[in-house]
């Protein structure tokens, strides 16, 4: 028997949509120090480029989290929240995982 205990806003170990930090984190995966999302060409949608270790290591973004202050072990937590969520690199977190979690479905696309 496990008595439920309801964390609401403490122990926020592992960075998710959650977590107070969530938006700075995406913010640095998608920066410099992160995929650094950029336009090969300069003005150029199509050329956008960014960096990845596609082998799902999920280098950069266990850089970012340590230097946002959090342990090892919850770190690796974080990893297994966003693999469950379909980020399986570092990329794939900005794609699929920082997307806002109750996202209204936008069926109709037309206000005319
Ligand atoms: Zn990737």
Known sequence: MTEEQQKTGQEMG?????????????????????????????????????????????QLSTQILASMGLRPDEIEESMSYFHENGGCCDCEILFNVAVPLDSPEESVESGQ
């Open 14 to 58: 592992l960075m998710a949509h959650e977590h107070p930090q969530w938006d700075d984190f995406i913010d640095r995966l998608s920066g410099p120090e992160g995929c650094n999302f950029r336009l090969a060409v300069p003005g150029n949608k199509d050329s956008l480029t960014w960096t990845c270790d596609s082998d799902g290591g999920y």
